[in-house]
């Protein structure tokens, strides 16, 4: 058998080619690549083409045998009885289960069915008109039907049903082409050699005819075709293979069958309306009842229109609340969507597209991740495609938004709606489709609960807008105490959502405030030319001191973690290294303008009590606003993160790691460095209230700051600074050993070795800071009490007043600490 | 798949009062094609009752029928099959097969449906099939009084006729079945 053990190996290379090329050989065969995204057929990269056609050939026997179960024939007696019982199997009989009875009824369906197929694609009704493609459609739809009696049939069906007979049809075809061109390779001599050796009595022919077989038309089995098999085009040689009369499952496994057309379209249609490997279930759309496990009582298809009326409100709410408001219910218009996957929105060809992107979704429903505490109300969400589903429906109605906007007609909007245009870009379509699924997975989705409008509307635009950054900066119009703690943790987590995809960076999902507000300070650090970070939009005083306090010591455990400042992820410590580097240089480069930006940003995280504090204390050192710091609880937290980090700084020489000491403060430093004049003012207002709440420990975090913007470079200074100031602000103990470690972690970039000879110059450097900083503030509450009268904000106004009080208090602190440094 | 329905002689209001109930509710809308009623309906509403069941009625004129206007005889094409249709009383002897397939030959149809006898009875002959439905209420005759209600449905599928006979018997609807096979399209030829 040595020319068939030739051939074998040669049929295994061209085999093992063809499953490496295997996505892109079906690129061509939509047929067998919607097969397998649906999970009928395995994927070929993973299995080779006998397994394709095994399993082709039980597919189709299935259908075959609920055929002949279904399909009912009352002339022949039924299980083979030759005497029926004529009073029950009557034409007439009252008997539900007499075959006369199932015929009757299944007539009553074929008549159905045949309503709407009547109707189906006139357009290419060549095609779709005849009687043979009508035949197998009614049939297809009457087997379903019957097999699943819970559901019916409903019109649309017939339109699920139809691309997927279609794109069959054009396999066919396709192999029908390539018969012609390579004629040679399709042989159906009965005698011919063929690998798939599963009929041994074939064998003897392999010594007899291999010789004879060079100057007749080939036979796979022949050594010369094995070669010239190798030297077609991947794709060719899986047609080739996969339409080999001989090979597994003889006929019956022919992949590409215009014999098994009918078998293999009811597969398709079966793994599409059941949501075969977790897909989403087509059928579910057509039940009028709610699925169970819905969270809400609606039927699917009302349930999936909420949804995409969910999103479309997180996307464009300004667009959404407008069709809500002139009363166009998602339902009008997303169950004619839904139902037929958008069937007869488009042409087939772009359908086609369309479902070639949908069917190639990731099937898996997504794990609820720690955070989705609320869980999804919105069941198509669960899973990437369900989410691609909806996000294609919603970039559809982005696509008309101008003409929707435009008319305050609903009926208007409904036309417009439900006749969508015929010449479209679809890529670009379903490119945003795309970015909007990525937003439909993300956790804020899950939340039901609606937002109050300005501020979140803006937030989520920001989220939105974050692929195009922009730059605008539009205070909030909601009061700020209206908005919930939780708002803007959602809020966080959306825009690290969206920022987490656009830069890369896997910043960890802190369900905590404050870490996510380091993360989005990092962020918005990080496109420094860009927009304030979206935190600013809807800034609240709320002033939560164990927020602060939760933030610190986070820092603190976080300062435990090996830092990479680069590190793009899990690690927000590291990340707020990274952005206390960045903020520390920033603020070293602007200098004086820094500050507003970052008590602005601080304003913006008010959920964030402490990123508040810190901002100021950011502000502080970047300009003479430095008298806010009064994060009091926070510079006793500072000082214990500060701590914390010490140890590591002594570790690890590297001014990032100071820098985590530090995380809280620097990053709405950073924040508001970024921000916009416009945040300044009103900044500065809400920031000398913060301040003056805040110790003077953080307030001398700041001088130290405002040291490094004056003259040092390194941040690592300006934090080792802050730190022996955070320290200094403690009872004295802490402090002294904080300042010491402190200091020597600071100087540590630069020398590493003079650690005490560092700690005593930065604790004079420190107690110089202070001093200046103490100055900044007392202009700042100069300044205050000018702009008290321009903010916009009553609250600010109460904190203002108050704290002037506290400032007061807190810099005569900051005056003790300042002699206590420089005694040392 | 055709189905069509043969009765006749229900002689309503005059010698019975309506169908048999069981009969009744057998015969609901929709499964029925054809109905071909051989004659003695004998009033308006039981002609009116029949076009309920299908649309399409065809009735010959029995001798007591008060619908003047109904043909004497009627011949049909349903699928494969020429139907012809009498009321009977107008071939003698009554029921006498020799006769009705003279009038088989006359009509030149595949399956001849008279009724009058008010007995059922399927003949198969050389030419085709001679049937007699009966009375479809169970209404005496003019020769006897023992009359069970019975009608015919007929398949027609094709070159194959399923007749199946309906009676009432001791208040039970018994079902019968006869396959008719017909050869091959072949005109009459003279035997």
Redesign the interface.
């Given at each position: 058998m040595s020319p068939a053990a030739i051939e074998r190996p040669m049929l295994e290379s061209a085999c093992s080619k063809s499953s490496d090329e295997s996505r892109r050989s079906f690129a061509n065969l939509r047929g067998v690549q919607w097969r397998t995204d649906l999970g009928i057929l395995p994927p070929l990269s993973s299995s080779t083409i006998d397994d394709l056609r095994k399993v082709t050939a039980d597919s189709r026997r299935r259908y075959a045998c609920l055929r002949r179960h279904l399909l009912v024939d009352?002339?022949l007696p039924k299980d083979g009885s030759n005497s029926p019982n004529?009073?029950i199997d009557?034409?007439?009989?009252?008997n539900p289960d007499s075959t006369w009875g199932r015929?009757?009824r299944n007539a009553e369906l074929e008549k159905t069915v045949d309503q709407d197929l009547s109707r189906l694609y006139p357009e290419h009704g060549n095609y779709f008109q005849s009687t043979g493609c009508q035949g197998m459609l009614r049939r297809i739809l009457l087997l379903w039907c019957l097999r699943h009696p819970e559901y019916g049939y409903r019109q649309g069906m017939h339109e699920l049903l139809a691309p997927l007979l279609y794109v069959l049809h054009v396999d066919v075809e396709r192999l029908s082409e390539v018969r012609k061109e390579y004629e040679d390779h399709f042989t159906d001599k009965f005698d011919g050699l063929s690998f798939q050796e599963n009929d041994l009595r074939y064998n003897f022919d392999f010594k007899k005819y291999l010789d004879s077989m060079e100057d007749e038309i080939g036979s796979h089995g022949n050594a010369t075709k094995v070669r010239s098999l190798d030297e077609l085009d991947p794709e060719i040689q899986t047609i080739v293979l996969l339409s080999d009369a001989y090979g597994a499952e003889g006929e019956l496994g022919i992949v590409l069958s215009e014999k098994f057309m009918e078998h293999d379209a009811y597969c398709m249609f079966d793994a599409l309306m059941n949501g075969a490997h977790g897909a989403v279930a087509m059928a579910d759309f057509f039940s009028p009842s709610p699925v169970g496990g819905s969270h809400s009582g609606l039927p699917p298809v009302i349930e999936a229109s909420a949804a995409l009326y969910h999103l479309l409100s997180v996307v464009d709410s300004s667009l959404h609340s407008h069709l809500v408001e002139l009363g166009v219910e998602p339902q009008y218009f997303a169950l004619r969507w839904l139902r037929v996957l958008f069937g007869r929105e488009f042409s087939l060809e772009n359908l086609l597209l369309i479902w070639d992107e949908i069917f190639a979704a990731d099937k898996n429903k997504l794990e609820k991740g720690a955070g989705d505490d609320t869980g999804s109300t919105f069941g198509i969400f669960s899973s990437p495609q369900g989410a691609l589903i909806s996000a294609f429906a919603v970039s559809m109605i982005l696509y008309l938004r101008s003409s929707l906007l435009s008319t305050e007609n609903a009926t208007i909007c409904l036309q417009r709606l439900l006749k969508f245009p015929e010449n479209i870009d679809l890529r670009k379509l379903i490119g945003k489709a795309k970015s909007l699924q990525a937003l439909a997975l993300g956790p804020s989705i899950s939340s039901s609960s609606p937002r109050c409008g300005g501020a979140y509307n803006h937030s989520k635009s920001m989220v939105v807008r974050s692929h195009t950054l922009p730059s605008d900066s539009i205070s909030p119009k909601t009061p700020l105490n209206m908005v919930p703690d939780s708002y803007w943790e959602e809020k966080w987590r959306v825009l690290h959502k969206a920022a987490e995809q656009r830069n890369g960076s896997s910043g960890k999902q802190n369900p905590t405030p404050k870490k996510g507000w380091t993360e989005k300070v990092r962020l918005s650090l990080s496109r420094t030319a860009s927009d304030p970070s979206p935190a600013k939009a809807g800034c609240g005083n709320d002033h939560k001191p164990s927020v602060r306090r939760r933030l610190l010591e986070d820092l603190s455990q976080e300062l435990g973690l090996d830092e990479d400042t680069e590190k793009a992820g899990c690690d927000e410590v590291s990340g707020q290294k990274d952005h206390i580097c960045k903020v520390v240089e920033v603020e070293n480069q602007d200098g004086v303008n820094n500050d507003f930006t970052c008590v602005a940003e601080e304003r913006c995280l008010s959920g964030i009590a402490g990123s508040e504090e810190n901002s100021s204390l950011f502000s502080d050192p970047s300009s003479p606003l430095s008298g806010a710091n009064n994060h009091e609880n926070d510079s006793e937290k500072s000082s214990v993160a500060s701590n914390s980090s010490i140890d590591e700084t002594d570790d690890h020489p590297e001014a990032n790691h100071e820098d985590t000491t530090l995380p809280v403060s620097h990053l709405p430093n950073n924040a508001t460095l970024n921000s916009g004049d416009n945040n300044e003012a009103t900044g500065k207002s809400l920031a000398v209230p913060k301040e003056r709440k805040l110790l003077s420990g953080k307030f001398q975090w700041f001088w130290k700051f405002g040291r490094s913007n004056d003259g040092e470079e390194t941040s690592e200074k300006g934090n080792g600074a802050l730190d022996v100031t955070k320290s200094a602000n403690d009872a004295g103990s802490q402090s002294s050993t904080v300042c010491s470690s402190v200091d020597g972690s600071c100087y540590s970039s630069t020398t590493g070795d003079l650690v005490d000879q560092n700690m005593m110059g930065s604790l004079r450097n420190l107690g110089h800071s202070m001093l200046e900083h103490i100055q900044v503030i007392e202009s700042v509450f100069q300044q205050d009490r000018v702009q008290v009268g321009s903010s916009d904000n009553f609250s600010k106004n109460v904190l203002v007043g108050k704290g002037q009080v506290t400032a007061m208090t807190a810099l005569k602190e900051l005056r003790k600490i300042s002699n206590l440094l420089s005694e040392m | 798949m055709v189905l069509v329905l043969a009765l006749g002689d229900l002689h309503i209001p005059h010698r019975a009062a309506d169908l048999p109930a069981k009969f009744k509710s057998m015969l609901v809308p929709g499964k029925i094609q054809h109905i071909i009623c051989t004659g003695n309906l004998c009033i308006k509403e039981v002609h009116d009752y029949l076009k309920t069941l299908c649309p399409d009625l065809h009735i010959t004129r029995g001798e007591y029928d008060e619908e003047m206007r109904y043909p004497e005889t009627k011949t049909l094409t349903i699928g494969q099959f020429k139907l012809g249709l009498c009321h009977g009383h107008q071939v003698i002897p009554w029921g006498n097969l020799d006769s009705l397939a003279m009038l088989q030959r006359q009509l030149d149809v595949d399956i001849l449906v008279t009724g009058h006898t008010h007995q059922f009875t399927a003949y198969k002959h050389e030419g085709g099939v001679v049937i007699n439905p009966g009375s479809a209420t169970g209404a005496y005759s003019s020769i006897t009084y023992d009359v069970n209600p019975s009608f015919v449905l007929m398949d027609v599928d094709g070159l194959r006729v399923v007749v199946y006979v309906y009676e009432l018997i001791d208040g039970e609807v018994k079902v019968d079945k006869i396959d008719f096979k017909k050869t091959t399209t072949t005109t009459h030829s003279a035997h």
């Open positions: 009352p002339h004529l009073a009557n034409p007439l009989s009252q015929f009757f | -």
